[in-house]
């Protein structure tokens, strides 16, 4: 590899497309950093599968783009079978490069160095919470995805843990590569604030805004709704006057949760918004009085440092990779036990004294995480992994 010539790098950007989760929000950001700001180092041509007739995000649309027609299930079990055969029946796909990167759990078996982020193994932590295809498809594809990869990114200290104790992944083959808060998430204005408020806030009986804790992302039984639920009914009993917005594109497994808030009585206290649109996200978390994630397992946790930008305070698990996402500005509880959630909550909306602190406490601890940080440390995998096959050529 020439040093003074961009390295080509063939960029999956198939999760900007196809998707609405951290999973795009990860590969659209990180892409258009890469394009940029790094054009002058890497010469990137963005790949995906064209299944649905979905379209790149506008902030990409002026980016050099292949693409490849072929149906998801066809693109995925193909995917597979290339790895098992040791065949690179893609590689005749793909732009002319010298790198390709698989942003999500999938990649082609290929004669070029390759580069896998690796978001979570929930899959294998708890696979109750995932529907049989897909856990099927995964505990044969992840881990040769994972052996077949040059180089692994990890979004977490505990995918990469993940990844060491459950595949027994040399650590010096993953790089841990914190994601970025997107700068749209800031302290929103008084009007703003209101704006959300008159538009997603259940109604009192004197038909003002009710008060909000939140809960965002997408609708999985490992987000541990149930919990969050059981919570507020102490806090219902104690007296609190707050209901809780649950926010997001539904996901697998859903219905028994939406059965429990039935079950348990607050069907005037749970509220789901649904998918909310990017630009009400902000003044959503800002407007809330605390923002919980009682996850069970996060690969990362973008709502907690989202909501700490935001100026909201945060309560969220012990567990997982939590705790490096909010350091020491959140409250933290075990995720099973709905007593403790209920009281930490209780201490945030009681104590403004606290509450202040902690708003600015995250927004200080947030902005250590940012997308121009995530792009340079990957470009400079990209560098590190080509200029090292190069040398054993």
Known sequence: MSLNQPLQVTFDAGPAVHQRAGLSRYTQQLAH????????????????????????????????????????YA????????????????????????LYHATEHLLPYLHRPTVLTVHDLIFERYPEHHKLTNRLFLAVGMRLFVRRATRIIAVSQQTKRDLIDLYGTPAAKIQVIY???????????????????????????????RPYLLMLGTLEPRKNHLTAMNALVRLKAAGLPHALLIA??????????RQQVMALGLHNDVHFTG???AEDLAALYGGAACVLQPSRYEGFGFPVLEAMACGAPVVCSNVSSLPEA?????????????????AAVQRV?????????????????????RWERCAAETAAIYREVVLRCDSRM
């Open 326 to 342: 909010v350091g020491d500005a959140a409250l933290m509880v075990d995720p099973l036990d709905d007593e403790a959630l209920a």
């Open 33 to 72: 950093q890469l394009v940029t700001h790094h054009a002058d180092e890497l010469d990137l041509t963005l790949f995906y599968n064209a299944h649905s007739g979905h379209q790149l995000p506008p902030a990409l649309q002026q980016a050099q783009v292949q693409t490849l027609a072929l149906g998801q």
């Open 75 to 98: 693109w995925r079990l193909s995917v597979l079978a290339g790895q098992l055969l040791r065949v690179a029946n893609y590689e005749r796909h793909l732009p002319a490069g010298q």
């Open 179 to 209: 994601q970025g808060i997107d700068s749209s998430f800031a302290p929103a204005t008084p009007a703003e604030l209101q704006r959300i408020r008159e538009t997603y806030a259940p109604r009192a009986l004197d038909g003002s805004p």
């Open 349 to 369: 909306v009681s104590d403004k004294q606290l509450a202040t602190a902690m708003r600015n406490r995250g927004n200080v601890h947030a902005a250590n995480f």
């Open 275 to 277: 998918y909310v649109p």
């Open 248 to 257: 997001g594109g539904e996901g697998w497994l859903f219905e028994p949760i």
